[in-house]
């Protein structure tokens, strides 16, 4: 029988000296407050039980339809471990590894406790990659990715988050990614915990000179599913294109934080995500572009749409620009409320049920953003997940 090594014991120097000082500064870090901006909206009144962190990764889940209309690599990242074999660490790189910063109790305990994120760079990006990551238990796990595009090339990656079991958990998913000058990269997260796990997820895409990055996420599950990302636009000329799509129901909370930080000159950043919230869901998006002295000539634009489906559920949208620069051009504009009833109307008087009219608004809501994520067979799974959940809603008189 094969000895599960101690977390830590193969960290490379750099790694070993970081993880000691945040698990040094754990010791005095409080659960974040929804009186801080930055966790507004959220009830954090839960133990995220940190040390309860495994030393080894549980059973594998099975394949499921994602994985079985699925044709490029796949890496499986199992409860905060990498196990697929040669996909190399960050905790074992040689070089340092630019990461999240340790600027809260979640992103310390990730420094902390991660096993070590996978590091998907060279080899491991000539074709689409699909990260599979998994929560088997109840334990808190620290699941990571962090991609190193090379200057010039391109890169296309799918990260999937699901739940295994029934059991609930608190599951702290950090993906990072380095986009080398003149490299353009493709990233799609879709969150499809279960719905007693709380998700605590971060995300910084750092792009160089003429780099670009499409992002694409997808909110689907969680009891809590928070995602805060940082786009940091560092060379001149780069740029990213962001969408989202988010479907709420039963007492789930999913809360987006996006925060995009124009530095380099000439760049721009189209910031674009639409959700549904049913039953006594809440969704929360806080969007900010800022714009530094430096980022003269930047483009920057963000809109959010909100569809209120039942009279419990609730939408926060707060976007926000923080400008220093003095010749930029921008723009943001958000929604909230219900299904447009002249178009029900309209819809009915072409022969429609009002419930296939509904149907036909929510599906075509959302199909501007879901025809953004590059891989189709993944899209199709999308619509027929989140249009699931509109159809069985009205099937049982909840909207």
């Not at 697929?84 to 990461?99: K, N, Q």
Request: negative net charge; proline residues 4%; glycine residues 10%.
């Amino acid at each position: 029988m094969t000895e599960t090594p101690t977390l830590g014991s193969t960290d490379a120097a750099w790694m070993a000296s970081r993880r000691s000082a945040a698990v040094d500064r754990l010791a005095d870090l409080a659960m974040p407050s929804e009186r801080e901006e930055i966790w507004r909206y959220l009830d954090l009144d839960f133990d995220p039980d940190i040390p309860s962190a495994p030393n080894a990764p549980g059973g594998a889940g099975g394949r499921d339809t994602v994985l079985d209309g699925w044709h490029g690599d796949v890496v499986s990242i199992i409860d905060g471990f990498v196990v697929t074999e040669g996909v190399p660490t960050i905790a074992e790189a040689d070089d340092e590894v630019s990461l999240v910063g340790d600027d809260d109790l979640f992103s310390t305990a990730f420094t902390a406790y991660a096993p070590g994120a996978a590091l998907l760079t060279g080899d491991q990006l000539t074709s689409q990659v699909l990260v599979d990551v998994q929560s088997t238990s109840s334990a808190t796990t620290f699941p990571g990715v962090h991609i190193e595009v090379p200057g010039g090339s391109d890169a296309s990656v799918i990260v999937r988050f699901r739940s295994t079991t029934d059991v609930g958990a608190t599951v702290v998913p950090t993906v990072t990614a380095n986009v080398g000058d003149n490299a353009r990269l493709t990233l799609t997260m879709i969150q499809d915990w279960n719905y007693q796990t709380r998700s605590l997820g971060r995300g910084v895409i750092s792009l160089h000179r003429d780099a670009s990055v499409l992002f694409n996420e997808v909110g689907l599950g969680a009891k809590l599913g928070r995602l805060h990302l940082d786009i940091n636009f560092v060379g001149s000329g780069s740029n990213a294109k962001v969408y989202g799509a988010y479907f709420g129901e039963d007492n789930q909370t999913l809360d987006y934080r996006y925060f995009m930080n124009h530095i380099g000159v000439h760049t721009r950043s189209d910031m674009f995500l639409k959700g549904a919230v049913e039953d006594n869901a809440l969704s929360v998006f806080t969007g900010m572009i800022r714009i530094e002295e430096t980022g003269q000539k930047t483009e920057a634009f963000q809109t959010n749409r909100n569809l209120i489906l039942s009279s419990g559920a609730a939408a926060q949208s707060v976007p926000n620009l923080e400008i220093l620069a003095n010749d930029v051009m921008c723009g943001h504009g958000s929604t909230v409320g219900p299904l447009d009833k002249d178009q029900r109307y309209y819809l009915m008087s072409r022969g429609l049920t009002p419930e296939s009219a509904d149907r036909l608004q929510v599906r075509g809501f959302f199909e501007e953003v879901i025809t953004q994520i590059p891989d189709e067979a993944i899209a199709a799974w999308v619509r027929d997940r989140i249009n699931g959940k509109y159809v069985a809603a009205q099937q049982e008189g909840r909207v």
